[in-house]
């Protein structure tokens, strides 16, 4: 899987937009872009992913560069529930290959 | 949906001793991956079955350890003998193809 890069961590203040980089610049044509967060003491949970486009959902929005080298997870409004550590990960589209967590952004909402 | 299901949440134990952890999927989810957290070493793959089948086992830290999943639904993880250095906290998830769905996990304490 492509290495990616994430700054260890980031404050936001509460209410604002985060937005939380991740640079994958050895990311190959058929690799998605996939982003988790762990909550203190919890186990990891889905985000969003995504190939080229952006993607929105309920929690987030995924902007993807067009060269595909980095990209920018987006919490529109923060709540102080958004303080986790936050993994983004490059892989294989075929969902039954493993998922490799590096080190993440650790990310804290500033009342 | 429950979700995935793990048991014990909490375990301490004496070192030698044999440790089981569990893991009910979600129905229908035909993948199931170990992982183990720690501070230092953070989340760490460490088998993955598809279809039952153990698919890379490579991250299995030494034949202490060893997971089966007998049926499509139930996975242990077993740790004979223990070691003070086995703890950690211990995930599973299950995935359909894509979004893992983690457990809460296990807190291993080996004294």
């Known amino acids: 899987d492509a290495k990616t890069t994430q700054p260890p961590s980031m404050d936001c203040a509460e209410g604002r937009a985060a937005n939380l980089p991740c640079n994958h610049s050895t990311i190959s044509g058929n690799e998605y872009v996939y982003w988790y967060r762990q909550i203190h003491s919890q186990g990891p949970q889905y985000i969003i992913h995504g190939l080229k486009n952006n993607e929105t959902n309920e929690m987030a929005s995924l902007i993807i560069t067009e060269d595909r080298k980095s990209s920018t997870l987006i919490l529109p409004h923060a709540t102080l529930r958004d303080t986790a550590v936050y993994y983004c990960?490059?892989?294989?589209?075929?969902?039954?290959?493993?998922?490799?967590f590096g080190t993440g952004t650790r990310l804290t909402i500033i009342p | 949906d429950a979700g995935v299901i793990q048991s014990p949440r909490h375990e301490v134990t004496e070192m030698g001793q044999e440790v089981t952890l569990r893991c009910k999927l979600i129905?229908?989810?035909?993948?199931l991956f170990w992982y183990r957290q720690t501070m230092m070493r953070g989340l760490e793959l460490l088998i993955y079955?598809?279809?039952?089948?153990?698919?890379?086992d490579s991250g299995m830290p030494e034949d202490r350890f060893s997971a089966k999943m007998p049926n499509a639904s139930f996975s242990t993880l077993k740790i004979q003998p223990s070691e003070p250095r086995d703890s950690a906290v211990y995930f599973c998830?299950?995935?359909?193809?894509?979004?893992?769905?983690f457990g809460s996990g296990t807190r291993l304490t080996v004294v």
């Open positions: 990960i490059v892989r294989p589209p075929f969902g039954n290959e493993k998922l490799t």
């Open positions: 129905s229908g989810h035909n993948s």
């Open positions: 998830a299950s995935t359909p193809y894509y979004g893992y769905t």
């Open positions: 079955f598809n279809n039952n089948v153990p698919i890379d």
